[in-house]
């Protein structure tokens, strides 16, 4: 547990002070009472005393203003919510050497039934959209709702050569803001989404040859890492980087713009030769880079060398993305124990003393 304002904790030096008034006052009492002639007399005329439940009412109290003082301080901790994520973009590799066969049936078969279970297992309020990269990045399924068009794009991966990871990035970063611009080494996601000029506007389906150009938008102004809380970016990558723009200076991009990425390196660092088109390569896993990335973003790196053990990554990030982790002040909970506290003092002394004191 933390404090917002932890200053205010030196108001816990008022309680010894508190205390002190507390003796100071039943030893002035004391005196008092030594002034009459035949204190016997007196005992014996008031009764039986409250005896030591005189004290727990001034004790509760005292425990409610410390209590009272620690929410003024604002604590904080760390606990489990519901996520409040509404989107969710698989960023999944369809190079050349996803079609090895180390994994029963093959690699890409794997990552595709992967996909699909995770699909199925976010709740259904979350929408999902999937990219597709290779030598370049394709949207293969705007984020919706409908989990059969998720199905339908999954299974539709075609595989092509080249691996770029950085534009499987930067692609599912214009996928989640449309309306910015994430040109980076000359590579424009626009290009593959259909929004630039000679292509059509994926909301309107009209043509932008005779369009008026559209404004500028303003620079962006970066922002915490991981601080976006509506989307967060799932890629899964089994190669390095051969073509297109730096993935490094692309998850800078998604950190300036807070945007998580769950990186997933999937095969072995060892490699694997792969025969694609008659043209053997060997795919080996850059697992620095994804874990770079995952670091920068303050996302999480995992990897899985076999299917089963992708399986289980899914469902460990399935599990995470519903239920998340944040630092959320509970001032409120150690208000409503100090009012409670407060209220027991009262009602006690009320009871056993016939009056608030």
């Given at each position: 547990?933390?404090?917002?304002?932890?200053?205010?904790?030196?108001?816990?030096?008022?309680?010894?002070?508190?205390?002190?008034?507390?003796?100071?006052?039943?030893?002035?009492?004391?005196k008092?009472?030594?002034?009459?002639?035949?204190?016997?007399?007196?005992?014996?005329?008031?009764?039986?005393?409250?005896?030591w439940?005189r004290?727990?009412?001034?004790?509760?109290?005292?425990?409610?203003?410390?209590?009272?003082?620690?929410?003024?301080?604002?604590?904080?901790?760390?606990?489990?919510?519901?996520?409040?994520?509404?989107?969710?973009?698989l960023?999944?590799?369809?190079?050349?050497?996803?079609?090895?066969t180390?994994?029963?049936?093959?690699?890409?078969?794997?990552?595709?039934?992967?996909?699909?279970?995770?699909?199925?297992?976010?709740?259904?309020d979350v929408?999902i959209?999937?990219?597709?990269?290779?030598?370049?990045?394709?949207?293969?399924?705007?984020?919706?709702?409908?989990?059969?068009?998720?199905?339908?794009a999954?299974?539709g991966?075609?595989?092509?050569?080249?691996?770029?990871?950085?534009?499987?990035?930067?692609?599912?970063?214009?996928?989640?803001?449309?309306?910015?611009?994430?040109?980076?080494?000359?590579?424009?996601?626009?290009?593959?989404?259909?929004?630039?000029?000679?292509?059509?506007?994926?909301?309107?389906?009209?043509?932008?040859?005779n369009?008026?150009?559209?404004?500028?938008?303003?620079?962006?102004?970066?922002?915490?890492?991981g601080?976006?809380?509506?989307?967060?970016?799932?890629?899964?990558?089994?190669?390095a980087?051969?073509?297109?723009?730096?993935?490094?200076?692309?998850?800078?991009?998604?950190?300036d713009?807070g945007?998580?990425?769950y990186?997933?390196?999937?095969?072995?660092?060892?490699g694997?030769?792969?025969d694609?088109?008659?043209?053997?390569?060997?795919?080996?896993?850059?697992?620095?880079?994804?874990?770079?990335?995952?670091?920068?973003?303050?996302?999480?790196y995992?990897?899985?060398?076999?299917?089963?053990?992708?399986?289980?990554?899914?469902?460990?990030?399935?599990?995470?993305?519903?239920?998340?982790?944040k630092?959320?002040?509970?001032a409120?909970?150690?208000?409503?124990?100090?009012?409670?506290?407060?209220?027991?003092?009262?009602?006690?002394?009320?009871?056993?003393?016939?009056?608030?004191?």
């Amino acid at each position: 547990m933390t404090f917002l304002w932890p200053d205010m904790l030196w108001l816990l030096l008022l309680l010894p002070l508190l205390v002190g008034a507390y003796v100071w006052i039943l030893r002035r009492r004391k005196k008092t009472a030594l002034r009459y002639a035949n204190l016997p007399l007196i005992r014996q005329a008031l009764g039986k005393g409250p005896g030591w439940r005189r004290h727990v009412p001034p004790a509760l109290l005292l425990l409610a203003v410390g209590v009272l003082v620690l929410a003024v301080a604002r604590p904080a901790a760390v606990v489990t919510l519901p996520s409040s994520r509404s989107t969710v973009i698989l960023a999944i590799d369809t190079s050349g050497s996803m079609r090895a066969t180390d994994m029963s049936p093959s690699r890409i078969a794997a990552a595709q039934e992967a996909a699909k279970a995770f699909i199925t297992s976010q709740p259904m309020d979350v929408e999902i959209g999937i990219v597709a990269f290779a030598a370049s990045a394709v949207l293969m399924q705007a984020p919706t709702l409908d989990r059969e068009l998720l199905t339908a794009a999954v299974d539709g991966f075609d595989l092509r050569r080249g691996t770029a990871v950085g534009a499987g990035v930067i692609t599912a970063l214009s996928t989640i803001f449309p309306d910015r611009s994430f040109e980076i080494e000359g590579y424009d996601p626009r290009d593959q989404l259909g929004m630039r000029s000679g292509g059509v506007t994926p909301q309107t389906g009209r043509s932008l040859d005779n369009a008026e150009p559209e404004p500028q938008p303003a620079e962006h102004v970066p922002v915490e890492p991981g601080s976006y809380q509506n989307a967060v970016i799932i890629l899964l990558t089994d190669g390095a980087t051969t073509t297109g723009p730096d993935p490094l200076a692309a998850g800078k991009l998604a950190a300036d713009h807070g945007v998580r990425i769950y990186t997933v390196g999937f095969g072995s660092t060892g490699g694997e030769v792969v025969d694609f088109g008659g043209r053997f390569m060997r795919a080996m896993l850059d697992a620095p880079t994804l874990q770079a990335i995952a670091a920068t973003t303050e996302g999480e790196y995992f990897e899985a060398q076999s299917a089963e053990a992708l399986s289980e990554v899914y469902g460990t990030l399935a599990t995470r993305l519903i239920e998340e982790k944040k630092l959320t002040e509970i001032a409120f909970l150690f208000a409503g124990l100090g009012a409670l506290l407060t209220l027991a003092a009262a009602g006690l002394s009320m009871l056993w003393l016939g009056r608030i004191a």
